[in-house]
């Protein structure tokens, strides 16, 4: 009895301990955050963009056909204005919205590649090469491309970021949506 009583005591502790040291949420919390929709003060719009597969729906392997992964109307996300936080860049208005609208992104860090920048490898499961050899992701701010990585680039009010996914990744068309 005394062993029971020892052993609960020693769960106890040890549940308080790591509920202290770490930061437990369930999926409801930590989605659910503070909203990044612009209310006021600076802001950006940001658009997921994946025109260029749907309107090539047959070049997709058949389980990303599915209109979760790529929506008829080629929108991921439609334009949005978020807030936008000093000093923000386009990679972080991504993956602000990515958490609260529960879109997966997939990226690799800066030091994880050649590149030596953030490396967009796949949305909403929507990767590079689904759609053929030379898929990918690619973004645009105000109707360029930036010529740095997503990380990289510093964003201002009123800029507008669209994270497209092209099929052709060597000569990307900006306004394929």
Known sequence: MKKNIALIAVLIIAAAALSYFFKIETTGRYYGG?????????????????????????????????????????????????????????????????????????????????????????????????????????YSVNGELPGVGCDELELSDGDEVRFIYTLDIASPEVDEQ
Do not use: H
């Not at 997709?60 to 860049?89: C, F, H, M, Q």
């Not at 972080?92 to 994880?112: C, P, T």
């Open 34 to 138: 503070e909203s990044p929709l612009w209310e006021s003060g600076p802001s950006a719009v940001l658009s997921i963009e994946c025109g260029a597969a749907a309107d090539n729906r047959g070049e997709l392997p058949p389980e990303l056909r599915d209109e979760r992964y790529v929506p008829a109307d080629g929108y991921i996300l439609a334009p949005t204005k978020l807030a936008l936080a000093e000093g923000e860049s386009a990679y972080d208005l991504l993956m602000k919205a990515a958490r609260y609208y529960e879109i997966s992104v997939d990226a690799q860090g800066s030091g994880e590649n050649s590149l030596g920048t953030v490396y967009i490898r796949g949305i909403n499961q929507l990767y590079e090469f689904s759609a053929g050899e030379l898929s990918g992701w690619t």
